[in-house]
């Protein structure tokens, strides 16, 4: 016999690479969804953690038993169910062992299985774990048919599509993932809140969500916290599927005598690592963010325990707090989104009363499926109860055909019984009536369990108590036989079931304990920084070279400072520590600096460049302290300017806020306050123009108009005046000039105006000191 050649080109499909690349992308995306990333609502597992506890049934890890070799486990749930790596097993069965991670631990951990600081869990070869009895609830019934099976991935064994689930555990221990084109994240919720909302649900069958709500309140997340989300918002997301709910930190504050506090974090916020929370505090108190914020310590062991110490005492807590909320990882967001595999299938966003009416199917088709395995299980019994009955009334029949008998089983099956045999009546037993001959004889299954019955159970036989058996088991199964033909019945007995389960992981216990609180909605809103530090007098100086300093107390602004080789004064200054300085750069951008942040006045300073990202090719021109509300004139070289509320400099970022655009080598000249009626430009000409100061727009960014034409040259300076009180400067000799009457040098903006007036400064700048 010859083989048939196969012909290669009978294996080659044409179709477009379209769409070839679409089918195939298609069953990608519908593998990850439905075999990956999405949780079934029946158990609110995915498949990875289904075989993780599966198999751990398998190798008879109970709660109760010995710990075995997570190493071990994770190469059973490979070799035999999920061929995808023993590290990503291990690190979802971790993470079904963390109690921070997780509401109701799945999987009994011994050893390191990560902690609340972020650090992950020790090898596989170092840890080991069984079930926990909440994993033992998911799986009970596995035993009774009460789910399908399927095939694992190579054929060899049988795997349960789903556990049958004693809890809703799609909402008591949520589940996040993310499929092609979806998503899914559920927050934790309370088991015994979930079973009350389930009563009512079997109770009153079309109860609304609203209604449910008063049972479900909102998430309860392992680490604890307090959900501060509006009572509204929070009965949207769960009667939508989609929403967000809003979680601070627990905080209480300890009082240390003699007017010292300081508070204390007991609870931070779910799936935020406690190291990165300290890391990023600590980041806020070296920027000078929060200043009224001294230090922090870690002085957690097995609880939560976080020090937050204020720099002083005279703050209010809800106000350090507040800005560390809006600051920091002390309140976070955790989006909800219900997208789950309704009957394994197909995805859906559901709302609460969708996933709880889920569960509750499922454990009316695992009521039955158990039920009528148990009929099952009771019709065999019967069926070898009647057997046993007939073997007793004729046992010396019976011994007789399995000692002499070649065929035993054929003859108990087909030969005709003999005569009757009891004892007498007299002597206190019951006589039943025998088959006579030629009445229907054994059945294999009656005849194979007298045969593999032990020789000394023989004398322990007795009617009576076989008949108590039988009537006791056809009453079981009249029972379930009521129970399958009504509805009535079967939630009353999956009510039943809930309470037990209640009962074990309600609120009673300590694992069932609410853990997460909630209060009274509240903005965050921006502290303001006179709240937060405390307002003392300083002094500033920035050299030529830029190193700025911040000297204690008001000091005289022409006294002889210390500063570096070749450099020397620039800008001397009063302020207050809770100023905000405007540095306004040769580019057209304003930076703004808290005055509280600048260095101490001991030594030379720090460059202010690494407090903003100020170009190499730009120089501050002008350093001052904001006024709220003022209005500014700022200009370029070029000549053109306009008029901007002081406001719009402040910038809350390093690189600044561009207010005035410049291009090329033209350079931003100091802005003037904007305190008169006129506007004075002289450019490098020598040439003076005066308007009104209401010919120039205000706005908060942009080029400007043209103050000033020029045949050569540019804008040397500006200066707003009042009219009536005319020009005052300084001349070259030290004294001041008066020029009380403008009108020679008044003109229509962008005009190019005419000489300054006799003994004006040869600089061509106004002297703003007089």
């Known amino acids: 016999m010859t083989d048939t050649p196969i012909d290669p080109d009978a294996a080659i499909v044409a179709e477009p690479l379209r769409r070839a690349i679409g089918a195939r992308y298609l069953t990608y995306a519908l593998s990850t969804i439905m075999h990956r990333a999405l949780p079934d609502a029946r158990d609110g597992l995915k498949p990875v953690h289904r075989r993780i506890l599966y198999a751990m049934r398998e190798l008879g890890l109970r709660p109760t038993g010995a710990f075995r070799k997570s190493a071990k486990i994770s190469g059973d749930v490979m070799g035999n169910y999920h061929p995808h790596g023993d590290g990503a097993i291990y690190d979802a069965m971790a993470r079904l062992a963390q109690d921070f991670t997780i509401r109701y631990p799945l999987v009994d951990g011994q050893g390191n299985f990560g902690n609340v600081d972020g650090d992950n869990p020790a090898a596989a070869r170092y840890t080991e774990a069984r079930l926990t009895a909440a994993a033992e609830a998911l799986l009970d019934g596995l035993d009774a048919d009460a789910v399908d099976y399927r095939d694992n991935y190579d054929g060899t064994l049988r795997e349960p599509v789903v ?26 919720h309370n088991l015994d809140e979930l079973i009350a909302a389930c009563l009512h649900l079997i109770k009153s069958p079309n109860a609304r969500d609203d209604t449910l709500l008063e049972h479900v309140p909102g998430p309860d997340f392992p680490t604890g916290g307090v959900v501060v989300e509006p009572p509204e918002n929070i009965a949207e997301a769960y009667r939508t599927g989609r929403g967000a709910f809003r979680l601070r930190a627990r905080w209480v504050i300890e009082d240390l005598g003699k007017g010292q506090w300081q508070v204390v974090v007991t609870e931070i916020p ?101 039920s009528r395995h148990r009929i099952g299980k009771i019709d065999h019994r019967l069926e070898v109860l009647e057997g046993f009955i007939l073997a007793y009334l004729n046992l010396d029949r019976v011994i007789d055909v399995i000692r002499y008998d070649d065929a035993p089983k054929q003859a108990l099956m087909h030969s005709p019984w003999g005569e009757p045999y009891a004892r007498a009546a007299d002597e206190g037993a019951y006589v039943s009536p025998l088959p006579a001959k030629g009445d229907p004889t054994l059945s294999d299954v009656q005849a194979e369990a007298i045969l593999n019955m ?45 309470r037990a389960v209640r009962k074990a992981f309600g609120k009673g216990t300590e694992l069932g304990a609410r853990r997460t609180g ?126 901007v509320a002081e406001d719009e400099l402040i910038a809350n970022r390093r690189a600044g806020k561009q207010v005035l ?36 727009p205000e706005m908060p960014r942009g080029k400007g108009v043209r103050l000033q034409r020029f045949k050569d040259g540019g804008l040397s300076d500006l200066r707003v005046v009042t009219l009536a009180d005319g020009l005052r400067w300084r001349d070259p000799a030290g004294r001041v000039r008066h020029q009380a009457d403008l009108s020679d040098w008044q003109g229509a903006r962008a005009s190019a105006g005419r000489m300054a007036p006799r003994g004006f400064p040869r600089d061509n700048r106004f002297d703003t000191g007089v």
């Open 518 to 643: 909630f209060d009274l909605p509240g903005d965050v809103a921006e502290v303001p920084l006179e709240a937060m530090i405390e307002r003392e007098p300083v002094t500033v100086v920035c050299s030529r070279m830029g190193w700025i300093r911040a000297l204690s107390g008001h000091q005289a602004l022409d006294k002889d400072l210390k500063y570096k080789d070749g450099d020397a004064r620039a800008f001397v200054f009063h302020a207050e520590t809770t100023d905000r300085l405007i540095a306004w750069a040769s580019n057209g951008r304003a930076y703004t600096i808290r005055a509280s942040d600048l260095p101490g006045g001991r030594g030379m300073g720090e460059p202010l460049r690494l407090m903003v990202d100020l170009p190499q090719e730009a120089e501050i021109v002008d350093l001052f302290v904001h006024a709220p509300g003022r209005r500014l004139v700022v200009a370029s070289a070029a000549g053109d300017g306009f008029v």
């Open 163 to 188: 556990l049958p689930a004693a809890f809703p555990n799609l909402l008591a221990n949520g589940a996040a993932g993310i499929a092609v084109g979806m998503a899914t994240n559920i927050p934790p």
């Open 454 to 498: 032990r020789l000394r159970a023989l004398r322990r036989l007795e009617e009576m108590a076989l008949i108590r058996e039988r009537d006791a088991l056809m009453a079981e199964r009249a029972g379930l036989a009521d129970l399958l033909d009504d509805d009535a019945l079967q939630w009353k007995a999956i009510a039943a079931e809930l």
């Open 661 to 696: 655009n410049v291009r090329g080598d033209v350079a931003a000249l100091p802005p003037v306050v904007a305190d008169g009626d006129h506007l004075a430009c002289v450019g490098d000409n020598r040439k003076m123009l005066v308007f009104p100061l209401s010919d120039l």
């Open 270 to 370: 779910y799936q935020v690592p406690k190291s990165r929370l300290i890391e990023k505090l600590a980041e806020l108190i070296h920027s000078r963010k929060v200043p009224i914020l001294a230090d922090i310590r870690d002085e957690s062991a097995d609880d939560i325990r976080i020090v937050l110490e204020p720099r002083s005492r005279n703050v209010d807590p809800a106000t350090m707090m507040a800005t560390l909320f809006r600051l920091s990882d002390l309140e976070t967001r955790f989006s909800l989104n219900m997208n789950v595999l309704i009957d394994g299938v197909t995805p859906k966003v559901c709302s609460l009363r969708e996933v709880l009416r889920a569960f509750l199917d499922h454990r009316q088709d695992v009521l039955r499926r158990r």
